[in-house]
């Protein structure tokens, strides 16, 4: 392996996503992590995962990890009938002690989900064959969404390791419990979706996440790198080579 990349939330910024892979120039050699957020709040989401699935067919050994806007999209789908699986309201514990009671759909449309909505020329609607007041209203999806698309967020993964790198959307607890990430993944995606700060690697081990965004630059920690710099709300896009901590960004302001 000649670089190891962690690539920061895109959120639907496909421009700074070409500028980004331009800067790295990535080869066979090289192994790239998404973090996940690939969606919502940015102008074009498909427009993301189209160029997603190119480099995925390019460099098949790229890593896709979920975050929780691609799990937002997911339960939605499956609660319009779109999808078929569990929704993680229906795995998780901790999701009812954290999460706003709220319908999939609203909590996705709430969290940016709108504009991914618009960008695919698809709506998410109540469902007029049931009846408007009750507590949970049922959705249903006007239009259709690519089928490799569908594909491509299913086959995302919670988390990735290498050597002494773990790599996982938000994070997971390091402290207060003997499960490992694979048992915590197993047990509550929640955490290793949604949990902000879940804790840092000890014992030589670097946790690498997005999810939180911080200024300017990635954050570099003893035990943890994060990587989100705030593309979602016009700031810049970011990359590290954790084997060397080089630094790539795409500015919205250079265009």
Not at 52 to 77: K, M
Not at 117 to 142: A, Q, T
Not at 150 to 168: C, I, K, M, P, R
């Amino acid at each position: 392996m000649k670089r190891l990349i962690a690539v920061g939330d895109i959120h639907g910024q496909r421009k700074l996503l070409a500028d980004l892979i331009n800067q790295i120039q990535p080869e066979t050699e090289d192994q790239l992590v998404f973090l996940g957020d690939y969606i919502d709040r940015g102008p074009d989401s498909p427009g993301v995962i189209e160029d997603l699935l190119d480099i995925q067919f390019i460099f098949p050994q790229t890593v896709f990890l979920r975050g929780n806007h691609e799990q937002l999209f997911l339960d939605s789908l499956i609660s319009c009938g779109v999808l078929q699986g569990k929704r993680l309201e229906e795995i998780s514990a901790t999701w009812g002690r954290e999460m706003i009671r709220d319908t999939d759909v609203a909590c996705f449309k709430r969290n940016g989900g709108e504009e991914t909505l618009k960008s695919y020329g698809v709506e998410m609607v109540r469902d007029s064959s049931h009846d408007d007041n009750v507590l949970w209203p049922k959705y249903i999806m006007l239009g259709e969404l690519p089928q490799e698309h569908l594909g491509f967020f299913q086959a995302t993964q919670l988390y990735y390791q290498h050597d002494n790198f773990t790599f996982v959307h938000a994070g997971y607890q390091t402290r207060y419990t003997n499960k490992d990430i694979a048992q915590q993944a197993s047990d509550d995606p929640w955490i290793l979706l949604w949990e902000r700060y879940g804790g840092k690697g000890t014992d030589g081990e670097t946790i690498v996440v997005g999810h939180t965004p911080v200024p300017d630059k990635p954050c570099f920690e003893a035990g943890r790198i994060n990587v989100d710099t705030g593309a979602a709300y016009g700031k810049p896009l970011s990359a590290v080579d954790v084997l060397t901590n080089d630094v790539f960004q795409a500015c919205p302001w250079s265009d």
